[in-house]
């Protein structure tokens, strides 16, 4: 008999969570410090993960690759983000969600200020960069690990040290997160649990029309858009899909695209994709990548634009797409932000602000489902960019003509 592996033991978990929450309901609470402790122990390979990582990769570029791996990156990030706001943008705009929703007693629910385009862009340098490590501050960290990389490539052999044990980080970090992973049955079982026994499928009644649209349109990125991508390119989407698909699923049951980044990092390795272009391309997107959560704001904006009877133009959709979009910058990669980022939206376009409080309430749920979409698209941009870089991928995921 075959012996089970990681990923047979997390979906065995994410299934028996799901029918402990619905058992036990809320006392099944007791167990949210294992799957705390589980995203702690990712969380906690983050910031040495994208430092190591990201210097060692660009370290090794040379200055026109590094060119083109960032323009590459970037377009292919604001590409996805502009085909899944316009679907999420059409989706709503014809079902019309929130029409007729009971606001019944709303709890006010407070939310952080969202920071200004200028205050994201300023605080990307870092003034104290070991300040920005301590504090896991992606964006500062990024910028410096590319500049430490590329002071390294310049510098040549007096540099070969330091690179070599950038290198030697990285690796110890991708065996910590091997340990890691035999930790995930037990809290992928944990959250689960404690999300289903919290919030019953009794909340759902009212709010079924936003989560069946939220998760369409995440459904239609994944196996419509990527999928074709993918083909496009000449990668053979579903086995490709299939092979990186432990990263999804642990970004559904953790909600954090920082605490799952070990992870997609690890199965892109393993799906075949160079380490240099995995340690560029993956730490940028699990920062500044969220199509599932750009694709959320804008269906729950029409929502709550429905709930509170504003009216909305071609202009007022547009200014939806175009803030969720830019507004994904730099939006942090944890649970709940998809609430800070929506403030902004709402603010655009005339929403009330207080609308947050509504849709709180099942925000863990959507987030679930948008921070798998968000990780997905990080890992096909891997393999695309990685493709078009000359990276080898196996034969098994490239289709025949595309190896000529």
């Known amino acids: 008999m075959k012996k089970l592996g990681v990923l047979e033991w997390i979906l065995i978990g994410f299934v028996a969570g799901i029918i402990a929450g619905a058992i036990f309901g809320k006392p099944i609470a007791v167990v949210r410090p294992i799957g705390t402790l589980f995203i702690n ?15 060692a990769g660009v370290a090794t570029f040379s200055g026109e690759k590094l060119g083109r791996m960032i323009g590459k990156t970037f377009f292919w990030y604001y590409f996805t983000g502009i085909l899944a706001m316009v679907m999420a943008l059409v989706i709503g705009f014809v079902a ?6 009971p606001m019944g007693e709303m709890k006010k629910v407070d939310v952080k200020p969202t920071p200004s385009l200028v205050d994201v862009a300023l605080a990307i340098v870092p003034t104290n960069v070991f300040d920005s490590l301590a504090k896991g501050d992606a964006l500062p960290i990024i910028f410096f690990a590319i500049f430490l990389g590329m002071a390294i490539s310049a510098a040549g052999k007096p540099a070969e040290p330091l690179k070599d044990f950038l290198s030697a980080l990285a690796e110890a970090m991708y065996k910590i997160v091997g340990y890691v992973l035999w930790v995930g049955p037990f809290g992928v079982f944990a959250l689960m649990a404690v999300n289903v026994g919290t919030y019953g499928l009794s909340i759902l009644a009212p709010y079924a029309m936003l989560i069946f649209l939220v998760y369409l349109s995440c459904a239609l990125m994944f196996f419509g858009v990527y999928a074709a991508i993918l083909r496009f390119v000449g990668i053979r989407p579903y086995r490709y899909l299939n092979k990186i698909k432990e990263s999804p699923i642990f970004a559904f049951t953790t909600c954090s695209s920082s605490a799952t980044l070990p992870i997609t990092m690890r199965v892109c390795k393993a799906a075949g994709i160079g380490e240099g272009t995995c340690s560029f391309v993956l730490p940028m997107g699990a920062t500044v990548n ?6 959320y704001q804008a269906i729950a904006a029409v929502f709550l634009a429905n709930v509170y009877q504003v009216p909305l133009s071609f202009y007022h959709y547009v ?9 994904s910058i730099g939006t942090a990669g944890v649970p709940g ?3 800070i980022m929506l403030s902004m939206v709402l603010g655009a376009v005339g929403i009330p602000i207080e609308g947050i409080a509504i849709v709180a309430g099942v925000d863990r749920i959507l987030d679930m489902a948008r921070t798998a979409v968000n990780v997905t698209d990080d890992a096909v941009a891997t393999a695309i960019i990685g493709k078009t870089e000359g990276d080898q991928l196996p034969a098994d995921l490239v289709y025949e003509k595309a190896r000529r």
Do not use: E
């Not at 019309?96 to 929703?101: H, S």
């Open 290 to 295: 969220m199509d599932g959560s750009g694709m």
């Open 96 to 101: 019309q969600p929130g029409v007729g929703f």
């Open 319 to 327: 200014m939806i797409g175009v803030v969720s979009l830019l507004g």
């Open 41 to 55: 122990l990712l969380k906690m390979l983050v910031v040495p993960l994208i430092f190591s990582t990201l210097a």
């Open 337 to 339: 932000a998809g609430l």
